[in-house]
Structures are given as C-alpha cells and as structure tokens.
C-alpha cells in the first residue's frame, strides 16, 4: 500500500467530541482515491462508483499528523477498485480501512469507457516510454 498524502487534523476538521470528523476523512479519501484513479486511469472523467464498508478502527484528535494510503486492487474493464486505509503517521494505528472503493472510466459523454488498464503504472515509467 502506499500512503502518499498526509493530513494535519486541525480545529476546523473536529467533531463535537473532539476527534477527526468522519465526514472529513471521507472527503480527503474521496479526492485521494479520484487522484489516484485518474493518474492509473489517464483520464480525469473517472467517477466514484461504489464504496464498501467503511471501518472506522480508532480516532484522530487535533495536532495528529494522518496518511492515506490507497492500492490498486482490481482492474476491470472500465472500472478500478482500491482499497484504503488511513493511519496516524508517528504510531502507524490505523483509523479507517475500506476494502473497495470502485472508480469508473467515462468517456466526454459520461458513459463509461473501457481504459485498457491491466496493472498499476508509474508516471515515471511511463515519461520514458
């Protein structure tokens, strides 16, 4: 898994109790998880689908330094599953995990489009091709 984005919880992504507000998280992990379907996919009409479950394992407070984390799991002929997991940085406890956040591939129409994807791809190897 690889966790690329860091978050810094502050006052204004608090909950009444004092914690990380779930709506928050899910929101970062939304725009996280779009990014990361978008440069697999080459294309930024990719839309969120369906997501699984979310596990909500422990709280993050205020000053707590988090990382999302995101691996491809499937690639299906439009479509791209993930997973997810987020962790406090310094400790590694994880906070949130969801086994299946599925992107769909659309076309300038919005209909989905099939994006020849077979694996999981790097930038890097792809500027030296």
Request: aromatic share 8%.
């Given at each position: 898994?690889?966790?690329?984005?860091?978050?810094?919880?502050?006052?204004?992504?608090?909950n009444?109790?004092?914690?990380?507000?779930?709506?928050?998280?899910?929101?970062?992990?939304?725009?996280?998880?779009?990014?990361?379907a978008?440069?697999?996919l080459?294309?930024?009409?990719?839309?969120t689908?369906?997501i699984?479950?979310?596990?909500f394992?422990?709280s993050?407070?205020?000053?707590?330094?988090?990382?999302?984390?995101?691996?491809?799991?499937?690639?299906?002929?439009?479509?791209?599953?993930?997973?997810?997991?987020?962790r406090?940085?310094?400790?590694?406890?994880?906070?949130l995990?969801?086994?299946?956040?599925?992107?769909?591939?659309?076309?300038?129409?919005?209909?989905?489009?099939?994006?020849?994807?077979?694996?999981v791809t790097?930038?890097?190897?792809?500027l030296?091709?």
């Amino acid at each position: 898994m690889n966790f690329h984005t860091r978050k810094w919880v502050k006052p204004e992504d608090l909950n009444p109790n004092g914690t990380l507000f779930g709506g928050s998280l899910l929101k970062w992990i939304d725009e996280e998880a779009a990014i990361y379907a978008i440069v697999q996919l080459e294309n930024q009409r990719c839309v969120t689908k369906y997501i699984s479950e979310i596990n909500f394992v422990s709280s993050a407070k205020k000053g707590d330094i988090i990382e999302l984390g995101m691996e491809a799991m499937n690639f299906g002929r439009t479509s791209l599953t993930l997973r997810c997991e987020v962790r406090n940085k310094l400790t590694h406890k994880t906070i949130l995990a969801i086994d299946k956040i599925v992107f769909v591939s659309l076309d300038e129409n919005g209909n989905p489009q099939p994006h020849g994807k077979t694996e999981v791809t790097y930038v890097k190897d792809r500027l030296t091709k």
